[in-house]
């Protein structure tokens, strides 16, 4: 049997599940722990049933990365099967699961290994995932789906808007000053995602100014060039199809998926999130 290159991720990727089953990606599930229980992100606790407790529990929600032996479940998989691996996780300034990837990599057989740290989260880390998925179905070797992983991570970018800043300012992502100016002025915090670090966009009043916001960001960057994008959201299905039909009707979309926001990401960011992670097809 030919050798093929299997493509690995966490769940903070939030990618569709039909195009996970479509490319063989292998998830590795980030834990949540809410009271005394832990639940595997994505696969132990719905979307639906989370965002309720969120809402309503007054103890706040913790996560905790994958363990070694997570990864090292798929790593050996793989490597039984003749295969070799390229994971890629999410920006190793928000997380240890990176780390925790390329220690159970040195467990197994590194040479047959990469871990890529994304530099990102959500599915802008996705959209890196699938075009190495991609190459590696296209019957790319170990070093091209690396390349073509590390090719895509400058070109992804992504904005969000929060119904709030208090989930973030919890988790320590934003200091005391950028919380306490949302806080007070009562915006709609537009944010991203740079070099690892959550960083403050923009403080439209509104969702609505947000989207306009995020659109014409897209917009100016492509110069009328094609776009591939995904919608994301944390329990606000219909503010993420608002934000996909303004997306499709100003910016010249070649993909464009709508995804929830699993319940470790929305542990984060807090219910009402909406976003949009893209990348512009240059033809490179």
């Known amino acids: 049997m030919c050798s093929r290159v299997i493509v690995a991720t966490d769940s903070c990727a939030n990618l569709p599940d039909s195009l996970i089953e479509e490319l063989g990606i292998r998830v590795v599930p980030i834990r949540l722990n809410?009271?005394?229980?832990?639940?595997?992100?994505?696969?132990?606790?719905?979307?639906?049933?989370?965002?309720r407790l969120l809402r309503t529990s007054t103890e706040?929600?913790?996560?905790?990365?994958?363990?070694?032996a997570d990864f090292l479940q798929v790593y050996t998989k793989a490597i039984e099967d003749g295969n070799e691996v390229v994971a890629i996780c999410i920006a190793s300034e928000l997380s240890a699961v990176h780390g925790v990837a390329v220690m159970a990599s040195q467990m197994v057989d590194a040479a047959r290994i990469r871990v890529v740290d994304s530099g990102c989260s959500t599915m802008a880390q996705g959209f890196v995932v699938l075009e190495a998925a991609r190459a590696a179905a296209a019957g790319a070797d170990l070093t091209a789906v690396m390349a073509r992983a590390e090719e895509m991570i400058p070109k992804v970018r992504?904005?969000?808007?929060?119904?709030?800043?208090?989930?973030?300012?919890?988790?320590?992502?934003?200091?005391?000053a950028v919380h306490l100016v949302g806080t007070t002025l009562k915006i709609k915090p537009m944010v991203t995602v740079r070099q690892g670090k959550v960083q403050l966009v923009a403080v439209p009043r509104t969702k609505s100014q947000a989207f306009l916001r995020m659109v014409h960001e897209i917009?100016?960057?492509a110069h009328g060039q094609p776009v591939h994008a995904g919608i994301f959201h944390s329990d606000a299905l219909e503010d993420a199809k608002a934000?996909?039909?303004?997306?499709?009707?100003?910016v010249e979309c070649v993909e464009l998926y709508t995804t929830e926001f699993t319940p470790v990401m929305g542990a984060h960011a807090g219910p009402g999130v909406v976003g949009v992670a893209y990348y512009i097809d240059d033809g490179h």
């Open 34 to 51: 809410i009271g005394d229980r832990t639940y595997r992100d994505g696969i132990d606790l719905a979307p639906a049933e989370f965002y």
């Open 158 to 176: 992504f904005f969000a808007v929060l119904e709030t800043l208090d989930y973030l300012y919890r988790g320590g992502r934003i200091g005391n």
């Open 219 to 221: 917009e100016r960057e």
């Open 243 to 250: 934000l996909r039909h303004l997306a499709a009707e100003r």
């Open 60 to 68: 706040a929600p913790k996560t905790s990365s994958p363990s070694v």
